[in-house]
């Protein structure tokens, strides 16, 4: 026997017919949001294309929001004769994941509930995009860094390169907030580009390996701060005295 009296399941009903009828004068009134006319009828351009793609933007803007509207009002839609269907079959006001009774009071406020407050499932999104399916995180395709076997160049070392003249971002936006110049901002900043060990970043010979050359750039700088290869480099004192 269902939890609900007579006459709250008529209170129930009615509010649900109410619903339904708004609903559906929307959708029909609303000609589907606009959606059934051509969005070159709407620019009053002989094609939807202009001479400047961002001429068009307000347009899809507009009718990216029509959708969502129609779309939101046709599953409300939907949820209203579903549960008017249920209060037919008898079932109406009954957990489908609990069978418990949901309480008038929830289903006043929410005629369409199928489910208690405690087992209600997180809300589905509807029409993902289909690229979701197949498109994989940035450089996921081209990055090689997860392969042991293998080193070579790949599609995140060429945006490396390529970030390294300049962003649009600022260490405000970094998401690490240790980020404090400009020189951190790139992927994997500190990351060894074109060398191994520190030390060949900053150590040059001729190509018949004589006349070695010290080159004092910063991973020369940060290598004698950090004391590694203590005794093997000294500070060119003459250099800094020239400074």
Known sequence: MNHLSATQLDTLRRQ?????????????????????DSLREGVGELSAY??????????????????ALAEQTQHHLADVERALADMDAGIYGICKASGEPIPFERLAAMPTAEFTVDHTPPKPHFNRPIEEEFL??????????????ETEFDGEDAWQIVESWGTSNTPAMAESP???????????????????????????????????????????????????????????????DEL
């Open 16 to 36: 649900l017919l109410r619903d339904k009828q708004e609903l559906t004068n929307q959708l029909r009134e609303s000609d589907q949001f606009g959606l059934r």
């Open 50 to 67: 202009d001479n400047h793609p961002a001429d068009l933007g307000s347009e899809v803007f507009e009718r990216g929001k029509d959708l």
């Open 136 to 149: 994989q995180p940035p450089f996921g395709r081209t990055s090689l860094d997860e392969r042991a076997d």
């Open 178 to 240: 240790q980020v404090e110049s400009y020189e951190e901002m790139e992927i994997e900043a500190d990351e060894q580009v074109g060398y191994v060990e520190p030390i060949e970043s900053f150590l040059a010979t001729d190509i018949y390996g004589r006349h070695v050359t010290v080159v004092r750039n910063k991973q020369y700088r940060e290598y004698m701060d950090n004391g590694e290869g203590e005794g093997l480099l000294e500070e060119d004192t003459a250099a800094q």
